[in-house]
């Protein structure tokens, strides 16, 4: 059963960083796209960014490129995000996502259940 | 940037009715337009691939159609667990969207 488990999440202040993880398992974690979607409560999906098998291409949402860096390892079957320059408007529930075929860098069919990042003072 | 509309952005149905959602992309997404279904504060469901192509478990009723920059997604017959949002999106160039959400209520 393929499993998507994020962590990380939580409040901090305006400036700063936090780093969320997905610890996946069930699947040939180093086969497949992986990508981060948020989602402020009530409102609509937002892809922030994907990242391939082997971690050599990444891409970004303009609203997160320089601020925020996808990265993965695969010894650990891990996903991550780093956030730094943490913005109120970047507060959301994070998802991580996993392509519906190793080939698929856009559809996403598995979903963690989220993370939620709030920034505050 | 691909810009997604999907219309209309709130539905109000019956049990049995036939429901259409329309997707809009800004430029052609090349067929590589998806659509999801989300309840509540879950995570969302992905129900059609590819335009047309019904992923696995997903009822026979949802269906997908569409070419070049306009697409929709139809379900046949309401069932009661179907009232949820439905998201398109498209995966064919980064930066990937998704359409602003249609809110589907019982009437």
């Known amino acids: 059963e393929v499993q998507l488990v994020e962590s990380g999440g939580g409040l901090v202040q305006p400036g700063g960083s936090l780093r969320l993880s997905c610890a996946a398992s069930?699947?040939?974690?180093?086969?497949?796209?992986v990508h981060w979607v948020r989602q402020v409560p009530g409102k609509g999906l937002v892809w922030v960014s994907r990242?391939?098998?082997?971690?050599?291409?990444?891409n970004y949402a303009d609203s997160v490129k320089g601020r925020f860096t996808i990265s993965r390892d695969n010894a650990k079957n891990t996903l991550y995000l780093q956030m730094n320059s943490l913005r109120a408007e970047d507060t959301a529930v994070y998802y991580c996502?996993?392509?519906?075929?190793?080939?698929?860098?856009?559809?996403?069919?598995?979903w963690g259940q989220g993370a939620l990042v709030t920034v505050s003072s | 940037d691909i810009q997604l509309t999907q219309s209309p952005s709130s539905l109000s149905a019956s049990v049995g009715d036939r429901v259409t959602i329309t997707c809009r992309a800004s430029q052609s997404t090349s067929g590589y337009l998806n659509w999801y279904q989300q309840k509540g504060g879950n995570a969302p469901n992905l129900l059609i691939y590819?335009?047309?192509n019904l992923q696995s478990g997903v009822p026979s009723r949802f269906s997908g159609s569409g070419s070049g920059t306009d697409f929709t997604l139809t379900i046949s017959s309401l069932q009661p667990e179907d009232f949820a949002t439905y998201y398109c999106q498209q995966s064919y160039s980064a930066p990937i969207t998704f359409g602003q959400g249609t809110r589907l209520e019982i009437k």
């Open positions: 590819t335009t047309s």
């Open positions: 069930g699947f040939s974690f180093n086969n497949y796209w």
């Open positions: 990242i391939n098998g082997d971690g050599t291409t990444t």
């Open positions: 996502a996993r392509g519906i075929f190793p080939t698929s860098s856009g559809c996403v069919a598995y």
